[in-house]
């Protein structure tokens, strides 16, 4: 079972920056793909980026890309989410998964995080 741990959330003004990150102690992620996805409330779970293994290829959420980047450092087991011009529109629960097809859909991961809280608001 492999257990991931998300950090880097907290409260930001509309227009800053966070780094979130995602790391699974005594497992490490470079077999899997790995995505970030988000949940605001009453909202469905949806993607907002994800990374190959090899990191060859990503996707972005139309509505975070130019904003959001996406990498991985396979020294530190870590995989960040670089958030920039943040928006209110941005604030949910981000949870980071790992699995074998890089794809948008919840469904096409295994293991999860328990999720960091990212609000933006004045």
């Known amino acids: 079972q492999v257990l991931l741990v998300e950090s880097g959330g907290g409260v930001v003004q509309p227009g800053g920056s966070l780094r979130l990150s995602c790391t699974a102690p005594?497992?490490?992620?470079?077999?899997?793909?790995i995505a970030w996805f988000r949940q605001a409330p009453g909202k469905e779970r949806e993607g907002v980026s994800g990374?190959?293994?090899?990191?060859?290829?990503?996707f972005y959420k139309d509505s975070v890309k130019g904003r959001f980047t996406i990498s991985r450092d396979t020294a530190k087991n870590t995989v960040y989410l670089q958030m920039n011009r943040l928006k209110p529109e941005d604030t949910a629960v981000y949870y980071c998964a790992a699995g074998w097809n890089l794809g948008l859909w919840p469904d096409e991961y295994d293991y999860w995080g328990q999720g960091t809280q990212v609000t933006v608001s004045s």
């Open positions: 990374i190959s293994s090899s990191e060859d290829s990503t």
């Open positions: 005594g497992f490490t992620l470079d077999p899997y793909v």
